[in-house]
């Protein structure tokens, strides 16, 4: 017979929460990174293997310095530049310098999209992404934006795209947006390029973000919610983010017989991390 669980585990990063008479849960972990093109690309890389029993205690810091996770040891990721204080309240991310040429194969049939790496889920990364976005994000910003879980933004958050407004096909960036809002809004962003932005509130109304939040509270609130996630048994929250986005991708009927797969193939995973019974459910927000 199983024991029943400690009451009042808690959800906070640092804390540890145990079952009585069995083993002990790791304290769940959120990693925090700037949005800088180098580190969220080794970040990505990091966190490419999947773990489902969790792992140890583990932050990495800004393109300024600091530690690169290692797989196993991450929860879930929070982006965003309020770590990183050369990155000022100016701009989450506005992409390449376009004044400086990218650097393609000479082979043409060997050219690769630039930003591939920094694609989370392109790269087969399940462990959830929070982007928690402050000023300007445009361009190269949606990379991270389009494949994010969880956004939210302060309202000072503009989005928009300039690439036609500099004379470059506007396609990977825009391609992958439209998955996240309909595709008017899309387009519109995509070929209006710097004639136009889109604030926090109209982001927030055709669901590019979920919440919109003051600048002073952005991180925090970017850190609760992802404090929240990584509470949680990893296999059920890894197997939830990849059977929603691979529906993106198939049929509804395809769809709803893999992800019937992947409940068999997680909820036993995580049987030995939380008793159905005794959890502690702690009190719901509204939001």
């Known amino acids: 017979m199983r024991a029943p669980q400690r009451s009042g585990r808690k959800a906070a990063i640092g804390q540890k929460s145990a079952t009585q008479g069995r083993r002990k849960r790791p304290a769940p972990r959120v990693v925090a990174s700037a949005a800088a093109l180098a580190f969220l690309a080794a970040i990505t890389s990091a966190c490419s293997s999947s773990s489902s029993s969790g792992g140890s205690a583990t932050s990495a810091s800004s393109t300024s310095g600091g530690t690169t996770a290692t797989g196993s040891a991450v929860h879930i990721m929070v982006i965003s530049t309020f770590n990183n204080p050369a990155a000022g309240d100016r701009a989450f991310s506005t992409g390449v310098d376009v004044k400086a040429p990218l650097r393609f194969s000479t082979n043409v049939w060997s050219q690769t999209d630039p930003g591939d790496r920094l694609s989370p889920k392109g790269n087969r990364v399940w462990k959830p992404v ?158």
Not at 171 to 183: F, N, S
Not at 222 to 235: E, M, Y
Not at 260 to 281: C, F, H, W
């Open 130 to 287: 929070v982007c928690a976005v402050n000023g300007m994000a445009a361009g190269g910003a949606f990379y991270w934006i389009n494949e994010s879980d969880i956004v939210i933004c302060s309202p000072e958050a503009t989005f928009f795209d300039p690439h036609v407004t500099y004379g470059l096909t506007a396609v990977l960036e825009p391609i992958g947006l439209a998955r996240r809002v309909p595709l008017g809004e899309a387009l519109r962003m995509a070929l209006m390029g710097l004639d136009e932005r889109i604030s926090a509130e109209r982001a927030l109304a055709i669901g590019l973000v979920t919440e919109i939040v003051d600048r002073t509270e952005l991180w925090e609130r970017a850190h609760q919610i992802a404090a929240g996630i990584a509470a949680k048994p990893p296999a059920a929250v890894q197997g939830t983010v990849r059977a929603i986005w691979e529906s993106l991708d198939v049929g509804r009927s395809l769809a709803l017989a893999r992800g019937m797969a992947y409940t068999q193939i997680g909820n036993p995973l995580s049987e030995g991390s939380v008793d159905r019974v005794t959890v502690a459910k702690g009190e719901y927000k509204i939001r």
